[in-house]
Structure formats: structure tokens, C-alpha cells
């Protein structure tokens, strides 16, 4: 296994990449302004310092060798332009104050923070990074970047020696910066005793939503919000968000009857074409918007609708298609070749390195083991049985050799990498093949040991053709959109929306967006930060309008509906007050309750009352602040500032309902404490105490920050 593919396995690995401190920080969207960039090899700028787009790139296919399936191209540059941001930020940040970084501390952080540093096969016995290795690794990769495996972990390692200075600076200035911020000794105590204090309690639950349905608290009607709002006098201590109200008239780009036509004659076209062909694999890579794939595939990993072609047994040269799917794609294919495998294979293998193979310490130069590789070969060949015994002697895999007799364990069809020259899936090769090959490893002496479930696997020549609107089209349907915006040029929103309908565009209502975020439900396109940025400026009105395109070609007609300002809408603020007036109504209500009880108030009674079970021996503590599956912080609290012990307290108001309490013992841990387990206690508050300070320095850098954004104005 190389590195590369155990790289990919640990995904969290990531992290370790992008760096210690950079990933605390969250970027607001807000300051990327959409200014246009007229050099094509700059993407951004931070405080004047240019982000360009070769970083740019790399950052981004750095990512998405370790995120490959896990996320969508969109949100991957997404992730590399905030990480940019960030690391810029930090090193000017660094740079003012003077902060360097040494080649002592390179060698260092790459021994100690670098993703190499994870690789068990670069540790030492003791588990420490062995530098000799990796930097024989090193030396490896860079000797043999013809081979496009090591090409690539070549790429990580030449992206990882450019960033990791810039990360050894941005850590260096978070470390000054968070020097003397430390917790203390009081509250690591009152810590420790939030965790070890507790409560035994009986208590009886009463949820509000039964309270509602039983006692019909809602609705809560217009004048009692009035009247609360009126008597708590809460009109200037509440403040309203910043917002923008847009609603959205959507003119997709579809193709036109006429270009359908025209893709299927052009279709039809290249299915005689390929038909008739010997030079299948030419035309594929002219006409195809996909390469051409000469593997072999089993019937259940092909597509479903090749899945039904194979079932009649079609022979080579048979063509499929053409087909449409519901993405206007079109699919032709041909049955370019059959062949008989095995889904698993067992085998094992004798491996003879050399000192540019890869994970080698081998001194032998490549033509040595090449030459006693195919010496070793050529007497298995005529002795099998000696497999074993030269195996034993001379494998440089001599762990595995020794441990299971240098086999490669089962290996099923569809996790296999092709090797040319030996292909020991082949049905051709039977039980006891030995072969030979050569692999970045070194050279290989194969030997098949057993075969399951023989299987045909086919190869395809498919053409995948888009059917996209013509020029024609687009010109028609861009004057249909300059028609439909002069005729509404000065309907109002219901109107505009209503006769975009007639017309069977798409129309979205009344989408809420604050300042700083970064999509808007129902649109979800590259323009939204754009939208938004066009909303919020100072010389936007309300019924304003704009048309926008994507990269589909849509038209994204965008209505300014509103536009609330900080300050107080009663309308928006009445949902809520509501929780609040609810609460009052509640009281009152359980304080008929109470009165009625008089001094027959026990659980047993509230538990019959309201036909509850009382829950007994309850523990509860300050750390987690659950009452069996509730957290519910504020009653916890009541319930340790209330000195009645076996005795049922007043109500408390919680988060799901109301809680009924008998406190029946209290426990107050006042040994001395170990001044060792408070080192810990501290350390664990000081590490959410760095990372609030992490978080609030982001938020200060990014704000008084001049940041620019010129990636969509490059194609």
C-alpha cells in the first residue's frame, strides 16, 4: 500500500495539513467584495497582498485528493479560498511583529505536526518519526515523479514543504498572543466541584405541551403580546437583525424542440460511426464529453441500463443505445470486448527491491534486482515447489514471507489496481500460475494460490453527449427575459410573481437573507454571495430588481421585497415574547393549583393531580445539568440554591416543562483537593479558553480586514 492510499483512508488527517490554528477560524462571507481583477493570474487580495491563482489551484486539488467523494467541487473551493484567508492573515499579522520562522523548526514540525508524522512506516521502534526514513521517502519520490503514483504523493510533499513554514508562523503569533492567558486555581475548584457536587432528588414532570393540549393555553392572543410588551416596557431593549426579503424568478435554459432534433440526427451520426469503426477508442476521445475507459467491468458494477443489455449475451461489436437520461445526456456504446475472471483471488508473492523502489533500504541498484528477480523467476518456473524455500531466503518482504509464507491474502476483482503484463484475475490463469511484474515496489514473483467465482467482465466504448441550448435558442430566450422585465418594470411583487407563472417560469417567495451569510435556500448557485452583496448595498430600494446568470445559463430574475433595518418591528419580535407570555399563563394557572392544595402540597398529590409518576432517586450535578434525559441548566440551579430538604419546593420552569422537586440529600465534597488533578482541570479550562480567544481574534482580523474576491470574474 502506498502512502498515498493510507492517507485517504484516515480522512481526519486533513486536518493536521491545514494547520493547528487555522481551522478555528470561520470567515464572514460579507467582506469578499465582487471587484473585477484585470490580471487573470490573481484570485483575491488580503490587505493588499495578492492571492494568486496557481495557490489557488493547488489548494484546492490539495484538498480534494483527501476529500474525494465527500463533498462537491463548490464547497472544496469554498474551503481552499477561507484557508487562504486565513494563513494570509496570519503571517501579515506575524510579519509586523517580526516572526520568523527557522529550518530547525521546519525539520521539527514536519517530525511532529506534519501528516508524514502520522505514517506508522516512518516511525521507529519507540514510535517517533524516524527522519532517516522519510527522508530516504523523500528522496524517492522526487528521484521517480515518472511513475504518476509517486507523482502525486511528490505534489503533497512539495505543497506541504511550501505551507508548512507559513503554518509554523501563524502558530507562533497565536502562541504570543495567548501567552498569560490561563486559568486559575479558584476555577479549576469550583470546576471540579460543578462535577462532583450533587443532588439526590424525587421529582414529578409535567411537559408543557400536555399542559396545552389539557388546558388550552394557546392561542396566545394579540392584545395579552400587547399588554406584556407594554408592562415589562421591552419595546427599546428589543433590537431587530439586519435583513434583506428577496424573491426570485427563474427562467431556466432548456433546449429547444429544434435542438433535440438536432442532437439526435448528430447522435445518430456518431452511432453509425462507432458501429463501423476499428478506431473505436479515437473517436471516443474526440466526440465523448468523457474519456475513454478500457477496463473491464463485472455485470453488477456496470450501469443499470448495460446491466439489461449484457443479459442477452450480446456479442463484441454489439451496440447500445443511443439512450436519454432526465439530465439530457445522451449514451452510446459498443461492446468492445469480453473476458472470463475470478472475483477473488489468493496469492502470494516474492519481492526483490532496489534503492529506488518505493519503501525500500535495499542498496541494489534496479538492473541488480531486475537480473536476480528473473533468475529467481525462471527456476520457480521449471521448480514451483521452491517457492516457499527462495522465497524464505531472498524476499525483501521477509516479515510477511515468514508470517503467512509471503501471501497477499484474497483480493476481490473490483479492489484491484491493473497491472499489465500479469493479470491474475484472467480465467486463462489457472491455480499454481506463477508470473512475474514490476510495481513501484520492485519486481514481483506471483503466484496464484486459489480462484473464486468465475464471472464474465466487459469493456465498453461509450460516447456521453449534453444536450445544451443552441445559440439560437439562448438569443430567444434572452429576449423573452428583457420582455418579461420591461412589461413588469413596474408591477408590484404579487403581480410580478403572477405573471412570471403565466409564463411557467420559476418563482421563489419572500426568501429571508441576513448580511454575512453565505447561501440562499432555493437558489443554492455560485451567485448567491453575489445576490446578497447586491441586496444589502446602501443604494438599494425596495422593489428594486436585477438579472443575474449562472453557469447553467438561467436567468435569476432577484425582486428586492423588503428591507428591514436594525431597529424594532413588533411584528417580527411578537413570536418571541410568546415563550414568555406562556410562562405567565402557566404561573397563574399553577398558582390556583397550589392554593387549592393548600397544605396538603406533596408530590403524591401533584403526582395524582396531573395523573404523573413520581421518578425517585434521581442524581443530578452542575457539569451536565440533566435531570434523567433533560438538560435543563436553570432548574439544576434552582434546585442547589434551595435549602428545603424532603420537602416539595415550588414549581420550576424548565426547557420542556415544569418541574415538581424533593430534595432529599445534598453532597458537598470538601476533601482536599490533589494538586496534580487540578494541572488537568486547568488545562482542560485553559484549552476552551484558547479556543474562544481563537474564535473572537478571527471575527477582529476578518472585520477590520480589506479582503477582495475575483474569482467569478475568472473563466
Not at 510579519?95 to 527557522?102: A, H, R
Not at 479558553?689 to 471575527?699: A, D
Request: charged share 30%.
Amino acid at each position: 500500500m502506498s502512502f498515498l492510499e493510507e492517507l485517504r483512508k484516515k480522512t481526519w488527517l486533513i486536518l493536521l495539513f491545514i494547520g493547528i490554528c487555522l481551522m478555528s477560524f470561520m470567515l464572514d462571507p460579507n467582506v469578499l467584495l465582487n471587484i473585477f481583477s484585470t490580471n487573470p493570474n490573481i484570485v483575491g487580495k488580503v490587505n493588499g497582498n495578492n492571492i494568486y491563482l496557481k495557490e489557488y489551484v493547488d489548494c484546492f486539488h490539495f484538498l480534494k485528493r483527501f476529500r474525494e467523494g465527500d463533498t462537491t467541487d463548490s464547497n472544496l473551493q469554498d474551503e481552499a479560498w477561507k484557508l487562504l484567508i486565513h494563513e494570509k492573515l496570519l503571517n501579515q499579522q506575524a510579519v509586523k511583529l517580526g516572526i520568523e520562522s527557522t529550518e530547525k523548526e521546519f525539520w521539527k514540525a514536519v517530525e511532529k505536526q506534519s501528516i508524514y508524522s502520522k505514517l506508522v512506516d516512518l516511525h521507529d521502534d519507540k514510535g517517533n518519526m524516524d527522519m532517516k526514513k522519510f527522508q530516504s521517502y523523500v528522496k524517492n519520490i522526487e528521484k521517480n515523479s515518472n511513475d504518476p503514483q509517486l507523482k502525486e504523493e511528490k505534489n503533497i510533499w512539495l505543497y506541504e514543504k511550501k505551507s508548512l513554514p507559513k503554518r509554523i508562523i501563524a502558530k507562533k503569533y497565536i502562541d504570543m498572543l495567548m501567552y498569560g492567558l490561563n486559568s486559575t486555581t479558584i476555577e479549576a475548584k469550583l470546576n471540579h466541584s460543578n462535577k462532583n457536587n450533587f443532588s439526590i432528588i424525587d421529582y414529578v414532570f409535567l411537559p408543557y405541551s400536555e399542559i396545552d393540549k389539557k388546558y388550552n393555553v394557546y392561542p396566545i392572543k394579540k392584545s395579552e403580546i400587547h399588554n406584556f410588551l407594554t408592562r415589562n416596557k421591552l419595546y427599546k431593549k428589543c433590537k431587530r437583525e439586519d435583513l434583506r426579503y428577496l424573491s426570485f424568478v427563474i427562467c431556466r435554459s432548456y433546449p429547444s424542440l429544434n435542438d433535440k432534433k438536432n442532437m439526435e440526427k448528430k447522435v445518430q451520426k456518431l452511432f453509425d460511426k462507432l458501429k463501423f469503426s476499428n478506431q473505436e477508442k479515437n473517436i471516443i476521445s474526440i466526440e465523448s464529453e468523457k474519456p475513454f475507459d478500457s477496463n473491464f467491468y463485472m455485470k453488477r458494477h456496470l450501469p443499470i441500463f448495460l446491466q439489461y443489455f449484457v443479459k442477452k449475451d450480446p456479442k463484441i461489436g454489439t451496440m447500445f443505445g443511443p439512450i436519454k437520461n432526465e439530465d439530457n445526456i445522451y449514451i452510446i456504446a459498443k461492446l468492445m470486448g469480453k473476458k472470463m475472471v475470478y472475483d477473488y483471488i489468493l496469492s502470494s508473492h516474492i519481492l526483490i527491491s532496489h534503492k529506488d523502489a518505493m519503501r525500500s533500504s535495499n542498496e541494489r541498484t534496479k538492473e541488480e534486482a531486475k537480473k536476480i528477480a528473473t533468475e529467481l523467476y525462471q527456476e520457480i518456473k521449471k521448480n514451483p515447489y521452491k517457492f516457499n524455500t527462495i522465497g524464505l531466503k531472498r524476499s525483501d518482504d521477509f516479515i510477511n514471507m515468514k508470517k503467512n509464507k509471503g501471501s497477499l491474502g484474497w483480493i476481490r476483482y473490483e479492489d484491484h489496481i491493473p497491472i499489465q503484463g500479469f493479470d491474475i484475475f484472467y480465467h486463462k490463469n489457472k491455480k499454481g500460475t506463477i508470473g512475474f511484474i514490476e510495481t513501484k515496489f520492485g519486481y514481483h514473483i506471483v503466484r496464484i494460490d486459489d480462484q473464486k467465482n468465475p464471472e464474465l467482465a466487459y469493456q465498453f466504448g461509450m460516447i456521453v453527449k449534453k444536450l445544451i441550448p443552441s445559440k439560437k435558442t439562448e438569443n430567444l430566450i434572452y429576449k423573452n427575459v428583457m420582455h418579461f422585465m420591461k412589461e413588469n418594470k413596474y408591477s408590484n411583487l404579487n403581480l410580478f410573481l403572477n405573471n412570471a407563472r403565466k409564463r411557467k417560469y420559476d418563482t421563489i417567495f419572500l426568501e429571508e437573507v441576513k448580511k454575512n451569510q453565505w447561501n440562499i435556500n432555493g437558489i443554492n448557485s455560485e451567485l448567491d454571495r453575489k445576490i446578497i452583496d447586491w441586496s444589502f448595498e446602501k443604494k438599494r430600494n425596495k422593489g428594486d430588481k436585477i438579472i443575474f446568470t449562472n453557469s447553467n445559463k438561467d436567468y435569476i430574475i432577484v425582486y428586492l421585497s423588503d428591507i428591514q433595518k436594525n431597529g424594532i418591528s413588533i411584528k417580527k419580535i411578537n413570536s418571541y415574547f410568546i415563550p414568555f407570555i406562556f410562562d405567565e399563563k402557566i404561573k397563574k394557572f399553577l398558582f390556583k393549583i397550589v392554593n387549592s392544595m393548600n397544605k396538603k402540597m406533596n408530590l403524591e398529590n401533584v403526582s395524582s393531580f396531573f395523573s404523573k409518576k413520581i421518578r425517585k432517586s434521581c442524581k443530578i450535578n452542575f457539569d451536565d445539568c440533566m435531570i434523567d434525559d433533560y438538560k435543563e441548566p436553570k432548574v439544576v440551579g434552582n434546585i442547589f440554591s434551595s435549602s428545603l430538604k424532603n420537602k416539595i419546593s415550588k414549581p420550576f420552569f424548565g426547557e420542556k416543562g415544569i418541574f415538581f422537586v424533593k430534595k432529599l440529600k445534598q453532597f458537598d465534597y470538601t476533601d482536599k483537593y490533589d494538586r496534580y488533578y487540578f494541572s488537568y482541570e486547568i488545562e482542560l479550562l485553559n484549552n476552551q479558553l484558547r479556543n474562544n480567544f481563537i474564535e473572537k481574534l478571527s471575527n477582529v482580523l476578518v472585520e477590520k480586514s480589506k479582503i477582495k474576491d475575483f474569482r467569478r470574474n475568472i473563466q
